[in-house]
């Protein structure tokens, strides 16, 4: 069954804030990424300084995810930076839930293979709440 998780998005002070939730909760990142990381990133020395994603446990199986939202996505809105993030237990189930909870909503980012080797896809379904579904082809134990 998938798992759910709260996802964070921010402007510029990802790393900031992250950094304060690591110390205020006592545990290591499990990954921590920049957009500067993407194989042939298209993004400047400030852009590319931004966190692409950053994933830090923070108890019970709970894990806080987050990121910086690049420019060319324009301003942040207050209520516009949380997403809830599944992390599904099969490519079938990921496919299942995207395919469900996006049906009537905006696919922002179609579910594909992605880079770090998952299968991810972005959506607001038609309640205007916005999701990210996930499938680790490796899965960690």
């Not at 709440?129 to 996930?134: A, F, G, I, K």
Request: charged content about 20%; proline content about 4%; aromatic content about 14%.
């Amino acid at each position: 069954m998938a798992a759910v998780n709260p996802y964070l998005t921010f402007s510029n002070n990802c790393a900031e804030a992250f950094d304060f939730y690591k110390a205020a909760f006592g545990t290591e990142f499990l990954t921590r990424m920049l957009f500067s990381d993407i194989p042939d990133s298209k993004y400047d020395a400030k852009e590319g300084n931004k966190v692409m994603h950053v994933a830090l446990p923070i108890g019970q199986g709970t894990i806080l995810m987050g990121s910086d939202s690049p420019a060319e996505y324009g301003q942040l809105r207050e209520g516009d930076n949380l997403s809830i993030a599944i992390s599904a237990a099969s490519e079938e189930e990921a496919k299942k839930l995207f395919n469900a909870l996006s049906a009537g909503g905006k696919v922002t980012m179609p579910l594909e293979k992605a880079f770090w080797g998952a299968l991810f896809g972005m959506f607001t379904d038609k309640y205007g709440v916005q999701w990210m579904v996930n499938y680790d082809y490796e899965q960690k134990n």
